[in-house]
Nanobody, 126 residues
Framework: VQLQASGGGLVQAGGSLRLSCVVS????????IGWFRQAPGKEREGVSCTSRSGGSIYYANSVKGRFTISRDNAKNTVYLQMNSLKPEDTAVYYC????????????????????WGKGTQVTVSS
């Protein structure tokens, strides 16, 4: 199983980036997929998650109105459009998938995710 994240980079505050995560190798469909981030010295934070159907979507308060999660189930790809980026958005961003139908609270915390990608660095300069 592989979750390949891409799209990170260096951007000035106020700029935009679009992250992509391609999921491959799963023997069954995932039930939920999402983005998490971890900045140096900080705990991992759930940024945004979506169920496969799109019926449940989560955004951290810190990114509401600026980030948008979307998915293309035919391509097994999830995207995170990040607009109005701030220096505090600087972190390594990871995508993760849940194939066990974990409860939603554990999905958005990350503990319910059973597959993780390697992460992509996002750096926002002031």
């Amino acid at each position: 199983v592989q979750l390949q994240a891409s799209g990170g980079g260096l951007v000035q505050a106020g700029g935009s980036l679009r992250l992509s995560c391609v999921v491959s190798g799963l023997t069954s469909d995932y039930y939920a997929i999402g983005w998490f981030r971890q900045a140096p010295g900080k705990e991992r934070e759930g940024v945004s998650c979506t169920s496969r159907s799109g019926g449940s979507i989560y955004y951290a308060n810190s990114v509401k109105g600026r980030f948008t999660i979307s998915r293309d189930n035919a391509k097994n790809t999830v995207y995170l459009q990040m607009n109005s980026l701030k220096p505090e958005d600087t972190a390594v961003y990871y995508c993760a998938a849940d194939t066990r139908r974990s409860v939603w609270s554990s999905v958005i915390s990350g503990y319910g995710m059973d597959y993780w990608g390697k992460g992509t660095q996002v750096t926002v300069s002031s």
